[in-house]
């Protein structure tokens, strides 16, 4: 058995060595209640990084010399729980171990007949509902209107784009290369794409894709990305923060273009999204994304890294934009 | 008959030069439905400067020399209109005139016996409305939270302070003097108040003086004041941008500390909020401005400069601080 512990407070950009894996070799026994899970997918998110940090946030940062976690696929390989019996699926916040022991607390049965298992990962999991949610209940976004996803290519800004599609908006991507705007075009269905590693006058190129203005913008990467949208809002834009990856790994604090006066000037909004704070929405947001996924109105992209040993690397590979949508471990 | 006629864009600080004094000798007559006014009281908001430039925003730019016109007490001098009888006290939006020809059109009868003429563009008027449906409709406070208001001694922050501590919170107010501090806390009932021009660590000063946090706060600046409030914020903190006076003359785009890494940390929201929007909700907010005025619960302050002569200056003059309260301009 496999752990990986946080060993160090990453500065900057995480690196490898700032992980440490710890071997176990006393086999693990489970008590009355209790389940012992075998690690079958790993999902790796931007969002791991904010825990990494001490900074005060809205979840508690990881310990020190203690597992990191993250949403998990594991199989019953043991139980003595009532609920779940061996060679059932759950998904849940489990953490980053080959083998574990649970209560069973907070994981949910997954059918891997109705869906690949690393789905309930992504566009079942987390990432669809983030996707959903955000959208839908601070976007609140209107048939004909306009629609700007930033980090377009990634699990959640993929997703989103296609939702806008569904509910019939004009919808433009941003993302780092060609080949992830041909695929925001070619196979989730965009408008627009703009790859802004390229673009030289991002609010130029926006305006120019979107030219009743924007409406409705997703952000996931924050920095200058979404200042050159901000020069394209409308009046009673909706902004949904979701994340900030591009200045997740700034050691010193990021400056950008004041917010303020364009959110006056156009009675506009911008809301943090964190997608736990709508938990009695899950049931609904879930409903939408599997009917629409079974129809063939959703699609999605994964990248699929092998190998327990690869977690830290793969959760690194995501400030570079190495996935196009959700980036899982398969052990 | 002197009329004010804005004769260039400001760039940055508004200067005097910038307006035009017009006068007219002929004697104004008016037609069937038509009202002869006299000018009594001048408001000048710092949101006048946005109109003064060409850039989007959400109300048409002045047009360059045409009058300015802002919100105007005026007294009806000579009448041909059902409606209003020489003597009435009328206010809305009017040119900035001596004198003016109107149909009467989005003027509301005003009673200088009930409050004294100058608060229907005070209290009673714009900034009341807006201190009250802003902090009510976007910061929603509940009861023992704690609400930061910036230009607090202003015409709109000075109000929003009372009607924070009528609804229960504890209020701290940023203003950029120590007569100003004192003023807020001896006569408009802050709990704490902050001079921004003797304070070195402003985010330092905030954390002390809100030890819960801040979860509403109420922006009528921007600027490096709005940075610091951002460091203190609580999970789900509500801000209301009103404003941001700070920047208003800057020439070169302002830059910030970015704040949608802090908005996603705390489910945070920031919303432009113009008082236009909630025409529906004046009548509920006129009733409990008057109310609590009445009741003596609020109180509030003026500057009043008199001539019109004096208007273009007394405006500039909003852009260092000199009024205490509301401005007006007294004819």
Not at 28 to 46: A, C, H, Q, R
Not at 110 to 139: F, N, Q
Request: net charge negative; proline share 4%; aromatic share 8%.
């Amino acid at each position: 058995m496999k752990t990986i512990l946080l060993k160090n407070r990453p500065k900057g950009r995480p690196s490898v060595s700032d992980f440490e894996f710890v071997e176990n070799d006393s086999p693990l026994e489970i008590k009355d209640g209790e389940l012992l899970l075998e690690t079958t997918y790993v999902s790796v998110d931007p969002y791991l990084r904010g825990r990494m940090s001490d900074a005060k946030s809205y979840v508690a940062p990881f310990e020190l010399d203690k597992p990191v976690h993250s949403g998990i696929v594991a199989k019953v390989i043991a139980s003595k729980h009532t609920e779940h019996k061996e060679g059932d699926y759950l998904a849940g916040m489990l953490d980053w171990s080959t083998q574990q022991i649970s209560n069973g607390e907070g994981l949910t049965k997954v059918d891997g007949e109705k869906a690949p298992l690393s789905t309930y990962l992504g566009i079942l999991g987390m990432t669809g509902l983030t996707a959903y949610l955000g959208l839908t209940e601070i976007g609140k976004p209107k048939k004909g209107e306009t629609l700007v996803v930033s980090g377009a290519a990634g699990a959640v800004g993929s997703v989103v784009g296609q939702i806008g599609k569904i509910l019939g908006l004009r919808v433009i991507g941003i993302a780092g290369s060609d080949e992830k705007v041909d695929m925001l075009k070619s196979k989730f269905g965009f408008d627009e794409g703009i790859n802004y590693n390229t673009t030289e006058d991002m609010t130029a190129a926006i305006a120019k894709a979107a030219p009743n203005g924007v409406d409705v913008y997703f952000d996931n990467v924050g920095g200058p990305i979404s200042d050159a949208v901000l020069f394209n809002i409308n009046h009673f834009a909706r902004m949904i923060i979701c994340g900030a990856i591009s200045v997740y790994n700034n050691t010193e604090l990021p400056k950008s273009v004041s917010v303020q006066p364009f959110l006056v000037k156009n009675s506009a909004l911008m809301q943090g999204f964190i997608v736990s704070n709508y938990s009695e929405k899950f049931p609904e947001a879930m409903k939408h994304l599997s009917t629409w996924l079974a129809e063939g109105k959703l699609t999605y992209s994964e990248t699929v890294v092998e190998g327990f040993e690869n977690i830290p690397q793969a959760f690194i590979d995501l400030f570079d934009g190495k996935n196009k949508g959700k980036m899982v471990v398969k052990i």
